[in-house]
């Protein structure tokens, strides 16, 4: 799973996820023509099939060439 809202996709527990940080809501593999950057994000994606991680786990990086950064929105309580 990719997500832009780690908070929310916590929520639903999936085996493993990647959070591009800061990419908005609809860009989650980046912005439109952006083709180098949505192939790496996608590969990281797929990567981690390949490493250990424990169940439910959001693994966060960064990709500077994404630009402006964004705060996902925050789940209520």
Do not use: C
């Amino acid at each position: 799973m990719i997500t832009v809202s780690p908070e929310v996709s916590a929520q639903m527990r999936p085996p493993r996820a990647l959070y591009p940080k800061g990419f908005k809501i609809g860009n989650s593999l980046g912005r439109p023509g952006m083709r180098g950057l949505q192939r790496e994000v996608l590969r990281d994606a797929l990567n981690l099939l390949n490493e250990n991680t424990r169940p439910g786990e959001i693994i966060t990086r960064e990709y500077p060439e994404y630009g402006e950064q964004y705060e996902p929105p925050r789940v209520k309580n």
